[in-house]
């Protein structure tokens, strides 16, 4: 049986552009589609795990406006938990702009609202909610303080500590060593290891994840897009190839990409096989258009076999 899975993050509401390119400083491009839908990396990630089949609550705040409740409604009826998602009065919720080219790339602003209000004295009175949990996930879409009180809090009650570092940035010390799993895309691998931004190759990455390993970390992966992952645990580097798809969006593949190593994580799976359960997740994420949307279905990922 699986153990349940607490995502401790942020929800944003996604008000999305598609044009053929993602328009440069002082350009105005004439769009070809616009939609909007829940979004935020911690609510992508509960969203995509429950969609998958995992026990999952979630924990954060939203403002009290109709996108805080379209974004909590939302992850109820995926099957999320949403006891522990708040409103603040006077406060708006989240909101993301985001702009996606033909080729699936994508840029994005992000207006924290009510995410900013989430602080450690919050993780200290909703402590309880992570008794008995499995797997935690977190990312960096909230005050800094408020991922490490959260960190500390799921080790206390023997989770696992899954650590999406997005949006980039350097990180202490002192939160490395909180996490179980650090799962970075290339572009926030570089900057952890003090690099400007750029695309990584297997070979380059490896020495990277070391490198963060020695920092605290004790797993870390690697998100490498088209190319797979980076496994990092106790032996050699492990490269785990994804399977090759046409990408039209690539907005949260990392965050279906989370969602579904923490589900296998929770069933007891391995971190190799977990890796590559979230493998397959991601690739049929990127073959459709938005952050919860693209969420594959657990009989989708299961007979994906390219």
Known sequence: ??????????????????????????????????????????????????????????????????????????????????????????????????????????????????????????IARQEPELAGAGVALLQLENPL??????????RRAGARVVLDPAPAQPLPDSLLEQVDVLTPNETEAAILDGRPPSRLAPEDAAPIARRLRQRGARAVVVKLGEQGCLLLEDGAPELLAAPAVQAVDTTAAGDVFNAALAVGLSEGLD?????????????????????????????EVESFHR
């Open 145 to 154: 303080p408020t991922v490490e009180a959260a960190a500390r809090a799921a």
């Open 1 to 122: 049986m699986s153990t349940p899975i607490v995502v401790i993050g942020s929800l944003n509401y996604d008000l999305v552009a598609c044009a053929p390119r993602i328009p440069v400083v002082g350009e105005t491009l004439v769009g070809e589609r616009f939609f909007e839908e829940p979004g935020g990396k911690g609510a992508n990630q509960a969203y995509a795990a429950a969609r998958l089949g995992g026990r999952v609550r979630m924990l954060g705040r939203v403002g009290d406006d109709i996108y805080g409740r379209r974004m909590r409604d939302n992850l109820a009826q995926a099957g999320c938990e949403v006891s522990g998602l708040l409103a603040i009065p006077q406060c708006t919720s989240g909101i993301a702009l985001i702009f996606v080219a033909e080729t699936g790339a994508n840029s994005i602003v992000i207006v924290p609202g009510a995410n900013d209000r989430f602080l450690p004295g919050d």
């Open 271 to 299: 971190l190799a096989a977990a890796c590559r359960f979230a493998n397959r997740a991601a690739a049929l994420s990127v073959t459709r258009y938005g952050a919860q949307a693209c969420a594959p279905e657990r009989l």
